[in-house]
């Protein structure tokens, strides 16, 4: 939508084929159906936020930024705000708002839009691009001819809003090089099923997490934020963000630690002291009820489990031993990732049509001109917060520019 309106708007004569019933329909489920469209921060801030291949990224960013998004937003009648974390959302908190702007952005500018139109071959004859399309309605076929093509179709995540993966097949068909895909943003699988599923709807604010190899080489320590507990592992903010870094780690061999850092504001050294106060005035009590300030209900039997300690022993009975396996426990509760959930459940794609083949100013494929890809089809993925949209945003106003040029 972004690269057709963006071409259309300079002069261009533009079609839009759409696979879907509908445009923009993975919009509707982002951000919990809000759509966080972009993430309101500076460039330096966004560019720390891009896992794959952030120098990409250098010149579509700059050309097209967070607040330049909000503007067109705005000026299309969809009024906005930001929330924690610079996170952008429409005032109204629906995702169809952000759509329905840039639809009017796209009426306005004459863009021609062919809904439940599957594009099934691509060929480039004569200086002219060939698209082959099947109406999904009545199965009627047409070829559409162009000498500017710009795929936009997404990665394979969330399959069932029409990212099948069909920007691969059409980049191969050129020669164009693709790297492996992986689910990113995604919920981890466990090795602990049991205490996992004891500890099920658990979520857990102001917690840190670390991911470390089994060499004990720790790739990644998050911040304070949010988690939460399945029936299959461990999934919310905190791990989606992870699960990003941990993509080119999990392949089916290698096994992941996951350490949670329970009360990450204090040292080893405070932990332990905390602990001696509540020890302090319950040393007659059990200690999984000495530790009801320190610890929800839930999760005392696992990390007493962890510590080695009987739940109903006497906290006057508890060695210094004892108390320092307590707070390793509490700061490092630990559990082994066995894997990731599929794309069914991956928010984005982690890999797609290789930078390298890219013109990082035009998103033109380097030996192939008038072909341009933008998008989650591309090799660059982010954290959650409203990156990828941005990402999506600034290649596909690239790629509309370029292509009007």
């Not at 930024?65 to 429409?90: H, Q, S």
């Not at 559409?144 to 097949?169: E, K, Q």
């Not at 941005?390 to 596909?396: L, M, P, R």
Request: hydrophobic fraction near 40%.
């Amino acid at each position: 939508m972004m690269a057709a309106l963006t071409a259309a708007e300079r002069g261009c004569s533009v079609t839009l084929l759409e696979k879907n019933e509908k445009l923009g329909k993975k919009i509707y489920i982002t951000g919990k159906g809000r759509c966080n469209y972009t993430n309101a921060c500076d460039f330096n801030t966004f560019i720390g936020n891009v896992v794959s291949n952030p120098k990409f990224m250098y010149s579509s960013l700059r050309a097209f930024m967070p607040e330049d998004v909000t503007e067109l937003l705005e000026e299309a009648g969809c009024r906005t705000k930001v929330e924690r974390g610079n996170r952008a959302f429409p005032l109204s908190d629906h995702a169809s708002d952000v759509t329905a702007a840039l639809q009017r952005r796209m009426k306005a500018a004459g863009v021609r839009i062919e809904l439940n139109t599957e594009v099934s071959e691509i060929e480039r004859i004569d200086e002219l691009y060939k698209v082959a399309a099947r109406s999904l309605r009545d199965g009627k076929r047409a070829i559409y001819s162009a000498d500017r093509l710009i795929i936009a179709t997404g990665g394979v995540s969330y399959p069932s809003t029409g990212s099948t993966g069909d920007g691969y097949a059409f980049a191969e068909g050129f020669g164009i090089k693709t790297t492996e895909r992986r689910p990113a943003l995604v919920p981890f699988d466990v090795a602990e099923l049991e205490d996992c599923r004891r500890l099920q709807g658990v979520s857990l604010k102001n917690v840190s997490i670390r991911l470390k190899l089994d060499s004990g080489k720790c790739i990644h320590e998050s911040e304070s934020g949010e988690m939460l507990f399945t029936h299959f592992g461990v999934s919310g903010p905190l791990i989606l963000s992870a699960s990003s870094l941990a993509a080119a780690y999990i392949d089916g061999s290698t096994k992941l630690k996951l350490e949670i850092d329970l009360k990450p504001a204090l040292s080893v050294e405070q932990l332990d002291a905390r602990i001696l106060r509540d020890f302090e005035a319950s040393m007659n009590a059990d200690i999984h009820n000495a530790l009801s300030k320190l610890l929800i209900s839930s999760l005392r039997p696992i990390v007493l489990e962890r510590a080695g300690i009987d739940p109903y022993k006497k906290v006057r009975d508890i060695s210094k031993k004892e108390r320092a396996a307590l707070a390793n426990a509490v700061k490092a509760l630990s559990f082994t990732i066995s894997g990731t959930r599929g794309f069914n459940e991956a928010i984005i794609t982690h890999g797609g049509v290789s930078v390298k083949e890219i013109d990082p100013k035009t998103m033109e494929v380097r030996k192939q001109p008038g072909l341009y890809f933008a998008g989650e089809v591309l090799d660059v993925d982010a954290f959650t917060g409203g990156f990828n949209l941005q990402i999506a945003w600034s290649t596909g106003r690239a790629a509309g520019n370029a292509a009007a040029d």
